[in-house]
């Protein structure tokens, strides 16, 4: 079966950097697509960033453009998000997400359909 396992998040200062990683297992990774979501306490789920893991094609939130980058590494079946200058508002359970039908870049949480736990991440000023 499909699984994602999120790691990485921790308490950091504002300023400082994080990486995420999710750790895919259980379907074909280099085809579909795979995302980055959060949801900070109180707020609905909000899309990050997202990748066509073919080609490596790559979205990137507005929010977080800049600062947060979205890579992978096809041979381990790993996805990350490398998290620079952090802020507050960054504040958030994080999760990966897979869309392993998609044929090309998807964006929204409608979109895809496995989900991981989640990894928090905390900012403080």
């Known amino acids: 079966q499909v699984q994602l396992v999120e790691s990485g998040g921790g308490s950091v200062q504002a300023g400082g950097s994080l990486r995420l990683s999710c750790a895919a297992s259980g379907y074909t990774y280099r085809r579909g697509c795979m995302g980055w979501f959060r949801q900070a306490p109180g707020k609905g789920r909000e899309g990050v960033a997202s990748?066509?893991?073919?080609?490596?094609?790559?979205y990137v939130a507005d929010s977080v453009k800049g600062r947060f980058t979205i890579s992978q590494d096809n041979a381990k079946n790993t996805l990350y998000l490398q998290m620079n200058s952090l802020r507050p508002e960054d504040t958030a359970m994080y999760y990966c997400?897979?869309?392993?039908?998609?044929?090309?870049?998807?964006?929204?949480?409608?979109?895809?359909?496995?989900w991981g736990q989640g990894t928090p991440v905390t900012v403080s000023s």
């Open positions: 997400a897979a869309a392993p039908s998609c044929w090309y870049l998807v964006t929204r949480e409608r979109d895809f359909n496995y």
């Open positions: 990748i066509y893991t073919g080609s490596s094609t790559t």
